[in-house]
């Protein structure tokens, strides 16, 4: 799996073997050994590696990444696939629940963009703590609301 990953992220970052492996202090051979799974980097390469390609650790070395689809970065995930149901219920992923902290009754804000085709959602509370905190910045710099600042 670590090769696979290894292989992809090189790819989706457009290095070649001699500039990952002088990044991370290596030769060219121990990163193509790496990525040909004939043998597997040390930990402290391990780390270097993640840094490198801004993913975690853990997702560098446990990520499931398909070939040319790189692993997403540090604090982002991929939580897998889901089905719409007759009605349009999903079912979100155990994993993101627990990460998320949503529970039955939790109440969400979804969002979508067409020309990215895509969905999103966020807890009902977080976002208006975000708008709370927008506001109270609008407020400080002398924007009452409805105002619309003037162009520079």
């Known amino acids: ?38 043998t597997i980097p040390d930990i402290i390469n391990c780390n270097a590696l993640a840094a490198l390609y801004d993913v975690s650790l853990d997702a560098l070395i446990n990520g499931r990444s398909a070939e040319g689809v790189p692993l997403p970065p540090k604090g982002k995930h991929v939580f897998g696939t889901v089905t719409v149901g007759e009605r349009g219920q999903i079912v979100i992923p155990k994993q993101a629940r627990e990460m998320f902290g949503i529970r039955p009754g939790s109440r969400l804000i979804m969002f979508g963009d067409i020309q990215q085709g895509g969905l999103a959602l966020i807890d009902t509370n977080r976002f208006t703590h975000h708008l709370d905190v927008l506001m109270a910045q609008a407020n400080a710099e002398g924007f009452a609301q409805g105002d619309v600042p003037a162009e520079a």
């Open 1 to 38: 799996m670590i090769d696979t990953n290894l292989r992809t992220l090189r790819k989706a970052a457009k290095l070649t073997l001699e500039e990952v492996a002088g990044r991370v202090g290596v030769s060219r051979q121990a990163v193509a050994k790496w990525e040909n799974g004939e």
